[in-house]
């Protein structure tokens, strides 16, 4: 099944905190396609959907940074009403939580980028659906 | 009731020409011990120029450096034959000071307790229950003899358990305890367990309550807890031990013994006295010891004087409970915090860094500052947040105190030059 790779990193909830972890991405040359903040009192995570995950991640701990990289999904929606449904509904269906979500749309093309706790399982029962679980390279390609 | 009403009492001209007197014995004495001898050479200033109290402001302090450098007996003042017992101070860090005593001084230390017991309404007639530890702490020992001095049944049960305690207490009809203000609570809580009422199923009237600064609060909720009535006792091993100072009946502050100590308050940063009434540092000479006497000794406990006479009579002056320590240990929300209790905790958990950062804020809120170990970071909020709920928790196991945690990223926290500064306390005092 296809999955793709997030880097998530661990980050102090305070200013400046976004601008250095960009910095140093910025000077390994990464691209950053997508990006979501979860922060929880103290601290917050960034998970980052980049055109070269490993790098990224390596470039980040080489800076003192805990980051590591995530198995998640891309599926690939039409770009209408009630799309999100549709997933959310197969999902539901096979009893399947959604954690950490999020999606963006480029060049026409609707991508919601998925945590759950099993990938495999679920990418399968959403390409079932006949939803387009992308690859990494496809993904990025958007 | 007095042990000793003359002393307790004696008029204040006649009790500062006895603290001259001594001082001057005590100078005398400092002369053998060659470390003394050279600080008093160095600052030319004679015996003789002490005349008064006052004076002492002239010659230098002690620290607790000072005791751990001379270590084991550098600061004796009598022949080792002459001293009759070893008390040790624990350090956090390194070696203990080690204080000496001689028969006169612990008979002297075993007077003052007498004289606090009796204060407080102590008889004969009491069955006392030494609830704390025996050894080189002098808190069990020393009242210990004084108890006796008086004739009370002393038990000296020392820490021991909870359930042999109750019996002791149930069995032998225990009146006054000597106990921690921390193994106060716990004690409570085990007799709520037990579902004994202590105002009904036992005989406690009085609890002698130190060894650990407490708070006010604190000394009413032992009070409610217990059934008891609670007396602050102060003392520190480098003056004897307990009864330096004690609460009377009027239990509104506690009488330092000012024929056996020269009591000062600094301000801790500069070293120049506080106005009457002002917070600082209680600085003691021991004026009546032989073995070991301490000139201008820096206790780094934090308190003030209490203007004007008590009602008992006794013409001692009174020092407030002990609001804080110039020391490592925190008093947090009326608990005793050592941070290494902080450190070892955190320390055996794997997910967690090397550094930490211990905050204290406000009234006394506690955060500490962890740092996450990288390795055990998987990208999930929740399991961080979960993982700070877990230190929070073993934290308070440990300590008595839940602080909030805060995860921080590793390598985040300022490293000092050698010792790390672990604490920052920006409580108003």
Not at chain 2, 215 to 232: P, S
């Amino acid at each position: 099944m296809n999955t793709v790779k997030l880097v998530a990193v661990f980050a102090e909830n305070r200013p400046g905190q976004a601008a250095r972890i960009t910095e140093i991405l910025f000077r390994a040359n990464i691209n950053i396609r997508c990006i979501t903040v979860a922060s929880s009192g103290a601290f917050g995570v960034m998970k980052l959907l980049v055109n070269d995950p490993d790098l990224a991640c390596r470039s980040l701990q080489k800076e003192g940074f805990a980051a590591t990289l995530m198995d998640v999904l891309a599926v690939e929606m039409p770009d209408k009403p009630g799309a999100l449904h549709t997933v959310a509904e197969c999902l539901a269906a096979h009893q399947i939580n959604l954690c950490n979500t999020t999606g963006f749309v480029a060049n026409g093309r609707a991508i919601l980028v998925i945590e759950v706790e099993n990938p495999a399982q679920a990418g399968e029962v959403l390409s079932k659906q006949g939803l387009r679980v992308l690859s990494q390279k496809e993904a990025l390609a958007v | 009731m007095f042990w000793n009403q003359e002393m307790e009492t004696l008029e204040r001209p006649a009790l500062e020409a006895l603290q001259l007197q001594r001082i001057q014995e005590t100078l005398r004495r400092l002369e053998r011990v060659p470390f003394y001898r050279e600080r008093l050479r160095d600052t030319g200033v004679n015996a003789g120029d002490i005349k008064s109290a006052t004076d002492l402001r002239r010659l230098p302090f002690t620290t607790a450096a000072d005791l751990r450098e001379n270590y084991p007996d550098g600061l004796l003042a009598v022949a080792r034959d002459e001293t009759l017992r070893l008390h040790t101070s624990s350090g956090t860090t390194g070696k203990p000071k080690a204080l000496f005593f001689s028969r006169r001084d612990l008979d002297n230390a075993a007077e003052l307790v007498a004289r606090a017991f009796c204060m407080t309404g102590v008889t004969r007639s009491d069955v006392f229950q030494n609830m704390m530890s025996y050894g080189l702490f002098t808190g069990g020992l020393m009242m210990h003899y004084g108890a006796e001095k008086i004739g009370c049944l002393v038990i000296p049960s020392g820490p021991g358990t909870s359930e042999r305690q109750l019996m002791l207490m149930q069995d032998f009809g225990t009146t006054v305890v000597h106990i921690t203000p921390s193994y106060c609570f716990y004690f409570a809580d085990f007799l709520d367990k037990k579902g004994i009422n202590p105002r009904k199923d036992l005989s406690l009237r009085k609890a002698f309550v130190g060894a650990e600064p407490y708070t006010e609060e604190t000394c009413r909720k032992i009070e409610a807890a217990l059934g008891v009535d609670v007396y602050n006792s102060y003392g520190l091993t480098e003056m004897n031990g307990p009864g330096v100072a004690f609460d009377c009946e009027h239990k509104s502050g506690m009488h330092l013994w000012e024929d056996n100590f020269v009591l000062e308050i600094i301000n801790p940063a500069t070293g120049e006295p506080m106005k009457e009434g002002e917070t600082g540092e209680l600085v003691l000479t021991s004026i009546n010891r032989e073995a070991m006497p301490l000139l201008r000794y820096r206790t780094r406990d934090l308190t003030s004087l209490i203007p004007g006479s008590c009602r008992c009579g006794r013409t001692h002056r009174r020092i407030h409970r002990i609001t804080g320590r110039s020391d490592d240990m925190l008093i947090v929300r009326g608990v005793n915090v050592f941070p290494q209790q902080i450190e070892r905790v955190l320390m055996a958990m794997p997910q967690i860094g090397r550094n930490y950062v211990i905050q204290l804020e406000g009234l006394d809120d506690m955060t500490v500052k962890v740092e996450l170990s990288p390795s055990a970071f998987d990208g999930e909020v929740g399991h961080l947040a979960q993982l700070q709920n877990q230190i929070a928790e073993k934290l308070r196991a440990e300590i008595w105190v839940r602080p909030k945690v805060d995860l921080v990223a590793a390598g985040s926290l300022p490293v000092g030059e050698g010792k790390a500064k672990r604490v920052i306390d920006n409580r108003s005092i």
